[in-house]
């Protein structure tokens, strides 16, 4: 199975702060990775498929970048709803597998 | 809409056995391939199972291979995951979620969850 870590595990940020995840997948996935968003109780939510296509809805503050194993999610000017956990995912191979997450905090 | 609602979850003993089920609407169900994916306590994601549009092609995590078994009915837009002999490590947040190939095989639907909980 192709392995994901994502770094840092959490970050502290303040309102209006530029934010960014990292996620390295232990074999290339070309751009094969899907970015979500997780808030406390809810479901899992799709920002960024194709490594760096924003999903339908989803502001433009957030992007994400990379390919072959090294990808990043980036949160320009921070918003109070963006306060949540972030998780990378590859679909290049079978089993899809996901990083560890990422929490986002209120400094 | 477009919408996953699971229900089926609950306290069950270890060896005991749950159905979950994910009811579909606002899109062509059968069309799709759907997966289940936990989530223990405090705990990242992790894929369970999957299943093609026709249930020719079904595939298990090696955690609940033997164990689990994913289904679908179609004709009333519905997934299943039949879970037998459950164990502690099993008690998680279950999701069914969709994937689509215009999203790179991205889950871009994902239901509200169902909570399990193995306990004596």
């Known amino acids: 199975d192709i392995q994901m870590t994502q770094s840092p595990s959490s970050v502290s940020a303040s309102v209006g702060d530029r934010v960014t995840i990292t996620c390295r997948a232990s074999q290339v996935i070309s751009s094969w990775l899907a970015w979500y968003q997780q808030r406390p109780g809810k479901a899992p939510k799709l920002l960024i498929y194709?490594?760096?296509s924003l999903q339908n809805g989803v502001p433009s503050r957030f992007s994400g970048s990379g390919s072959g194993t090294d990808f990043t999610l980036t949160i320009t000017s921070l918003q109070p709803e963006d306060f949540a956990t972030y998780y990378c995912q590859q679909s290049n191979s079978f089993p899809p597998t996901f990083g560890q997450g990422t929490k986002v905090q209120i400094k | 809409e477009v919408q996953l609602v699971e229900s089926g979850g609950g306290l069950v003993q270890p060896g005991g056995s749950l159905r979950l089920s994910c009811a579909a609407s606002g899109f062509t169900f059968s069309n799709y391939w759907m997966h289940w994916v936990r989530q223990a306590p405090g705990k990242g994601l992790v894929w369970v199972s999957r299943i093609n549009s026709d249930e020719t092609v079904i595939n298990y995590a090696d955690s609940v291979r033997g164990r689990f078994t994913i289904s679908r009915d179609n004709a009333k837009n519905t997934l299943y995951l039949q879970m037998n002999s459950l164990r502690a490590e099993d008690t998680a947040v279950y999701y069914c979620?969709?994937?689509?190939?215009?999203?790179?095989?991205?889950?871009?639907?994902w239901g509200q969850g169902t909570m399990v909980t193995v306990s004596s």
């Open positions: 979620a969709r994937i689509t190939v215009t999203r790179d095989d991205a889950f871009d639907i």
């Open positions: 194709g490594a760096s």
